[in-house]
């Protein structure tokens, strides 16, 4: 699967209510680094899923913290993205398959628990180098 399908994809747990969209995915690096390949970068895993009640587009950057300029737009694209959330990976119980002949074209949909938990989606600096 190309995470690209997954982007605006109708989200509903498994009671069939709708809970939002898919908006962006959040990646950790803690892995070793793929094989083959001698860099000192850990290997990429699929952390979880950020979820928006609206069709709202991306934060552009603003789901960090601390960032707040230009105030208007930062100001705007936090309140178009109240009610956002992460779902950790490990609550998704079903997500489009693109070879599915049964598919209906531009049918996307994303099903996670019903008991899944929801997560602070604001990213946080660490104490890099």
């Known amino acids: 699967m190309i995470l690209g399908d997954l982007l605006d994809a109708a989200v509903r747990d498994q009671s069939g209510l709708l809970v939002g969209y898919v908006s962006d995915a959040r990646l950790v690096l803690d892995g070793p680094p793929p094989a083959g390949h001698e860099s000192s ?3 990429a895993r699929l952390h979880g899923l950020i979820i928006t009640p609206r069709k709202a587009g991306s934060f552009l950057g603003y789901e960090r913290t601390g960032v707040g300029a230009p105030w208007p737009l930062a100001r705007w694209l936090r309140w178009r993205h109240r009610g956002t959330f992460l779902v950790h990976w490990t609550d998704v119980v079903a997500v489009p398959d693109p070879e599915d002949p049964d598919r209906v074209e531009h049918e996307n949909l994303v099903v996670i628990r019903d008991d899944h938990q ?11 180098p």
Do not use: S
Request: glycine residues 22%; aromatic residues 0%.
């Open 118 to 128: 929801r997560h602070d989606p604001a990213l946080r600096p660490t104490g890099g």
């Open 41 to 43: 970068l850990a290997g």
